[in-house]
């Protein structure tokens, strides 16, 4: 049989304990967190968007617009409602021509409103 000096016997303890209150311990997160984090998951793994979303304080139709690049991804919310809406297959073009436009609301209603599939977020 092998011996196991003291201070082995210690850090194999605390390891497993360590390990044991990881796998127990109650998330420092609240249950809303999780449950928007689920909302998100099902409305198409939306989680982590406010990272490139910007304010858009001179359209009176929009709160905030964002674009995600990778997925050609158009998200807009409006600001009645604050209701977020993403836009799939949204090409960079159209990013481009939209942002740069003077009139996001009136760009919105030429050239997206009804020409891209979407989904509402939240």
């Known amino acids: 049989m092998r011996k196991y000096s003291k201070a082995t016997i210690s850090i194999l303890f605390i390891a497993s304990v360590a390990a044991i209150l990881l796998l127990v311990a109650p998330s420092h997160r609240s249950d809303t967190e999780r449950c928007e984090d689920v909302a998100a998951a099902q409305a198409g793994s939306d989680v982590g968007i406010d990272a490139f979303m910007q304010d858009t304080p001179r359209s009176t139709c929009f ?31 159209a990013w481009d021509s939209f942002i740069n436009d003077s009139s996001l609301g009136g760009h919105f209603n030429r050239q997206i409103k009804g020409k891209y599939s979407y989904v509402r977020v939240r």
């Not at 990778?70 to 209701?83: M, N």
């Open 63 to 93: 709160k905030q617009v964002g674009y995600d690049v990778q997925s050609q991804t158009l998200y807009l919310v409006f600001r009645t409602t604050g209701a977020m809406y993403r836009y799939t297959g949204f090409p960079q073009e």
